[in-house]
């Protein structure tokens, strides 16, 4: 418990505007309908940002996430490997699981009888099932949370996070997802990133007492 209140501590650029997400995101599905923030969201659309969210949304998929682990493997780094490695395997199997438990339809199926109302931009395949929870969301935020916690400039907590939150802002834009998705999709994200990367830490701190932090990357 004291290592995980330190590392909040130590990463506040990061979870105290998450922390506000929270809270601002729940209000927003305590006041506004299902519907009502998808749509509000996803019909805010311009030429230059149907263009930009396309590229945006590709922080969130698998692809990014494994290349951040080849770059790991790269420089050696093989105990971050091993636990982002965990982190991509425990989301991975909770989102899916998830999904299929769920099976909620996403937005261009949900709005099939009034399919007009959903921006879409022809480029894009817009899935239809397994909703619930966003993925890519998921994975941005669980990248981001662990890029944060090995980071020396804690500084750039903040900059994680609004990529992060511009890749779940893009699963709506691109009709893939509600914002109910995305905002889950963040919880499992960060927790799970959060609590491995906690476990690990721990165990090194056991085994190397004088160690005071998990092996970092330097953004300075």
Known sequence: MK???TLLGKNASFFLPFLLWIVGGALLQAYFTHEELFLAINHAHTSWA?????GITYIGDGIAFAVMLAIMLAFRKYRLFLSAGTILLLVTIIVQIAKHYYNEPRPALYFADTAT???TIKWVHVHGSCSFPSGHTTTAFAMFTFLTLICRNKIV???????????AY??????????VDVYAGSIIGTTSSLVVYTLFHQRRLKSSPEVDAEPVIGLT
Request: proline share 0%.
């Open 3 to 5: 290592t995980l209140i």
């Open 50 to 54: 149907d263009i930009a969210m396309t």
């Open 117 to 119: 109302l959903v921006h």
């Open 157 to 167: 907590g903040f900059a994680f996070l609004t990529l992060a939150l511009l890749a």
């Open 170 to 179: 893009s699963r709506i834009y691109l009709a893939q997802h509600f914002f």
